[in-house]
């Protein structure tokens, strides 16, 4: 533990920035069979990159989150499906595993990443753990979003 302020400020990670700036968008590549979807982000700060790619993937992103939650439901033993009859009780048990994970791998998590993630979940169209669970974070009005869906003209 540092106790010389001099040395906690010197030695502390900065604070996260959650200026949004920059730009994304996506386009596809196609081969006439298959398709990639192909995402380009570019800012000055990690929240701003997480920011955009949960403006421009929020659908990609809410279909994993559903097969993700309902893949650790089926994790559930039999004998506790019992005492969860609820579909919504299943998912709260799960989610409150899934934050004791969180919990348990946060010391060990980048603080790049972190503020990646805290980006994403700005706009994330699911419910997004850490801080308040069961919170919807939706995009805010009030948040200006220089995001376009093509790629910006040529120079």
Known sequence: MLHDQRAKKLFSPPAMDTHVNGRGWT???SD???AVLIL?????????LGYHQGKLLAPEIMATYERVMTGAEKFIPKAALKFL???SERRQ???SI????RLAM????PPEDQEEMAGLAK???TPVTGGSRKTLCSSSASTPSPISAKPPAPP
């Open 106 to 109: 946060a010391p060990f998590v």
């Open 27 to 29: 386009n596809t590549a």
């Open 93 to 95: 048990v799960v989610e």
């Open 40 to 48: 380009h982000l570019e800012a000055t700060n990690y929240y701003s």
């Open 123 to 125: 706009v994330s169209p």
């Open 98 to 101: 899934l934050d004791h994970a």
């Open 32 to 34: 006439g069979t298959n």
């Open 85 to 87: 009859p609820l579909a």
